[in-house]
T-cell receptor
Framework: LAKTTQPISMDSYEGQEVNITCSHN???????ITWYQQFPSQGPRFIIQ???TKVTNEVASLFIPADRKSSTLSLPRVSLSDTAVYYC??????????????FGGGTRLMVKP | NAGVTQTPKFQVLKTGQSMTLQCAQD?????MYWYRQDPGMGLRLIYY???????DKGEVPNGYNVSRLNKREFSLRLESAAPSQTSVYFC?????????????FGPGTRLLVL
């Protein structure tokens, strides 16, 4: 199974930039890296996805080094509403179809006033 | 377009009772998934269905069965509920094979087994 490793928790303050790093040493050639956000009592929702280098959307940026063994989710100028659990996800390298996606424990981000 | 819907939203069972959790999606997705999430923990994959007519075990399949009734619906059955199955169950769907695609999640079913 593909495994990801993330910090269990992080604290930040409103207005700061937050960077959450995920390690995925067994990422497969065709795998993409996807980040999800989960609020309490809700299902996860998609934030951003990338394959290599840098991806940016209206919510976040994703930085992926050349070896793709890690990735960093960057949240600019966080607000209290960004308090959530953030999951890094990659496809299972042992599954050629890439259909089996495994969530790790996630990172609990607490944004303080 | 409702996305992914789950029923029921909440259920209380006694040990040994059975029940089926229902999931449906209206996005014409091929792949569907069932996860469980215990309090304060991440999501763990129970079963998945890569396409209509196929199902496969995930990380924690023991005590569960699934049925991919058609392309839209994917149900999860607990034949004999145990307190260890108290959890929040999420259904998800995805268009295809995983690479370069994203999952869409339902609102969850909260199950309490006494």
């Amino acid at each position: 199974l593909a495994k990801t490793t993330q910090p269990i928790s992080m604290d930040s303050y409103e207005g700061q930039e937050v960077n959450i790093t995920c390690s995925h040493n067994n990422i497969a050639t065709n795998d993409y890296i996807t980040w999800y956000q989960q609020f309490p009592s809700q299902g996860p929702r998609f934030i951003i996805q990338g394959y290599k280098t840098k991806v940016t959307n209206e919510v976040a940026s994703l930085f992926i080094p050349a070896d793709r063994k890690s990735s960093t989710l960057s949240l600019p100028r966080v607000s209290l509403s960004d308090t959530a659990v953030y999951y890094c996800l990659v496809g299972d390298p042992n599954n050629n179809a890439g259909n089996m996606l495994t969530f790790g424990g996630g990172t609990r981000l607490m944004v303080k006033p | 377009n409702a996305g992914v819907t789950q029923t029921p939203k909440f259920q209380v069972l006694k040990t040994g009772q059975s029940m089926t959790l229902q999931c449906a999606q209206d996005m014409n997705h091929n792949s569907m998934y069932w996860y469980r999430q215990d309090p304060g923990m991440g999501l763990r994959l129970i079963y998945y269905s890569a396409s209509e007519g196929t199902t496969d075990k995930g990380e924690v399949p023991n005590g569960y069965n699934v049925s991919r009734l058609n392309k839209r619906e994917f149900s999860l059955r607990l034949e004999s509920a145990a307190p260890s199955q108290t959890s929040v169950y999420f259904c998800a769907s995805m268009l295809g094979g995983g690479a370069g695609e994203t999952q869409y999640f339902g609102p969850g079913t909260r199950l309490l087994v006494l």
